[in-house]
């Protein structure tokens, strides 16, 4: 893991050691122009900032009406929990010392609460980069502090601001940056997008960098993010997130020297609401089940990935991706790669074995829409607790990389072939795709490629109405 940890901690924030700046001839404060070009190192380092050299501020454990923290009051001293029930500003330079496990909560249901952070950066005539960040750092760097709660009832605006040696949570969710919704229930599909982040900061987090729990997330005009030298044993991700709000993962999110690169998603939800996993360039890793489904009736939800996006799941029972859990919440799954980067199904183990994870299961799916082209599925065919469908041994049980379930009255086929392009290897289970329904329809083997390492039956043939032996003379028998 990268050492970032010496920035942290320091009351002069490093700015002590650095000579003035140019004179600036542009200023940006908080906007994209013309101070857009700052780095991760301009942050931390602050270098556009003077030394603190006044006795400080200490602050009580409620901010009950607005007010303004200022660089002349530095450093702003945090030593309990704080409750942010009004609007706190934050000028550019100015410095919060955060005492250990300590969390700075934005709203404090029923009672609304607003973070302004706004850091500046001046660019000289010369083109020299210079920040004047708002920074919330560890009292002591041995001791850090907890976290920046935005609540259901809280909004944020975060723009030149570090936030360092933070994420020690004793109770409650972890991460430096925790980004709240509205916990339980529906929700009605709706999401909190209640923090703008606009080239913020994140390091040396003891746990995640970022949090987006409960359906809170960022701003759409969310910018640049980086999470650096953050993580631990227990939370080595840089982000996490729910499936259904992936998508609004700010755009420009870069990350280094984690304790391991990757957006870790899990939720206690059996549904979403339509997403889109992005390329970001690091790969998802998925704990548990993702049901791809609404949490009412009527609607139907869509998950797409992008082009050279990699899903690794974790070795748990029934891990995989759910399209659609009934007739009234059905889903679809849009995994359209291309040949120069293709979608990885794989598993997240640091030692993969066939069956480490389950599949992807269409179970309640309308008969068109799904896609998924030029992918690679691996590691898949892990216990699915259900048997019926795949017409071979082991009790023509449906452990596969892929099953596909018959819809309606009738448990009808697709309409045609989605899966097209594909590669399949590492397949646990007696059958790689499974054609789960009855009668006649598209043949799955047509376009794909199956490895070594995979069942002799790559797709099994759709059962028949026969009474009794339901895969009657089609049992044991496969299209390829």
Known sequence: MKNVIAFAGLVSLAAACSSPSPAPSGTDAGGTTPGGNVTADDLALARGCPASTGPGTDHASTLSADETWSPSGNPHRVPNNLSIEATLTLDPCTVVLVGKQVTINVGNSPKAGRIVAKGAVDVAADGTVSARPVTFDAADAASPWAQLFVSATGTAELSVVALKNSGDIVVGEAGALRVGGIAGGTNNGEVTKS????????????????????????????????????????????????????????????????????????????????????????????????????????????????????????????????????????????????????????????????????????????????????????YAGGDSTTSGFGCGPQDANNDSAIFIQGQ????????????????????????????????????????????????????????????GDFCANRRGICWN
């Open 195 to 378: 923090t703008k982040l606009d080239r913020v900061l994140v390091e040396a987090s003891r746990s995640f960098g970022i949090n987006f729990d409960a359906w809170g997330t960022a701003t759409d005009d969310s910018a640049k993010v980086w999470v650096r030298g953050s993580g631990s044993d227990k939370y080595p991700y840089p982000v996490r997130v729910e499936p259904g709000i992936a998508g609004t993962i700010p755009k420009e999110l870069v990350t280094s020297g984690n304790k391991r690169e990757a957006v870790l998603m899990n939720t206690s939800k059996a549904f979403m609401r339509d997403d889109t996993l992005r390329n970001i360039g690091i790969p998802y890793r998925q704990r548990g089940a993702m049901y791809v489904n609404s949490g009412v009736d009527g609607k139907t939800t869509t998950l797409t990935i992008e082009a050279g996006v990699t899903v690794a799941f974790e070795k748990e029972v029934g891990s995989g991706i759910y399209i659609g859990t009934s007739s009234t919440r059905q889903g679809v799954l849009v995994a359209a790669g291309t040949a120069e980067a293709p979608i990885t199904f794989t598993s997240a183990n640091e030692t993969k074995a066939a069956g480490d994870w389950m599949s992807l299961y269409f179970k309640n799916t309308p008969t068109s829409g799904n896609k998924i082209s030029h992918a690679k599925i691996e």
């Open 408 to 467: 309606g009255a009738d448990e009808a086929g697709p309409d045609s072939v989605f899966v097209d392009n594909t590669s399949f290897d590492h397949t646990a289970g007696a059958t790689v795709i499974v054609s789960g329904w009855y009668g006649d329809g598209p043949n799955f083997a047509t376009g794909n490629t199956f490895g070594a390492a995979t069942p002799a039956c790559k797709v099994s043939q759709p059962r028949t109405k026969a009474p």
